[in-house]
């Protein structure tokens, strides 16, 4: 019994360092060496939805993808489903989806989640930054500065709509050179 437990732990460890390993592979450039805090508290119910992705810094679980979009839906549990969705290679190109889970950081106004892709191990981190406040756009990103995603409600936002999520962007500190836009 007490092998049985020891493999199953040392099982668990193996698996929490080999999803960090692969974490770490696929971590681009800093864009942002001074991440801020959060602007705004979130409201869960007005943030589920569909989001458009209009750019991002290129990661390697979404190289070569266009037509990003994400699903959130609040779960009866207290948790925040996630449906990422893209288009490998083109707008038209074959449909690739991910889902997972989110669960909220205690004390950040439901402003910072913790996602998972991966069963139980919640091990990304999702910051909604800032957003609009009728919740038509969002920036996203997390602590190490290497992961932006800019968010739209709708796939083409207009003129104006782009230019204030990229001052905005800006404002907080992010590099927009790295920015990689997203085709729909």
């Known amino acids: 019994m007490k092998i049985a437990r020891t493999a199953s732990i040392a099982l668990i460890v193996g698996a929490a360092l080999a999803l960090g390993a692969c974490a770490t592979l696929q971590r681009g450039p800093v864009g942002n060496a001074a991440v801020p805090q959060p602007a705004k508290p979130v409201d869960l119910n007005r943030y589920a939805g569909l989001w458009y992705e209009i750019g991002r810094y290129e990661n390697g679980f979404e190289r070569g993808c266009e037509g990003v979009t994400a699903q959130y839906t609040v779960r009866d549990d207290g948790l925040v489903g996630v449906l990422n969705t893209c288009r490998q290679g083109a707008v038209a190109g074959p449909e690739k989806t991910s889902e997972g889970k989110a669960k909220i950081v205690e004390g950040s106004d439901n402003a ?63 590099d927009l050179t790295l920015v990689r836009p997203t085709q729909h």
Do not use: C, M
């Open 112 to 174: 910072k989640l913790k996602v998972s892709f991966f069963g139980p191990f919640y091990v990304g981190d999702y910051w909604v930054l800032d957003h609009a406040d009728d919740y038509s756009w969002s920036i996203v990103g997390e602590p190490s500065g290497r992961y932006l995603w800019l968010l739209s409600r709708t796939a083409q936002p207009s003129a104006q709509t782009r230019e204030t999520i990229l001052n905005r962007t800006r404002a907080l500190g992010y």
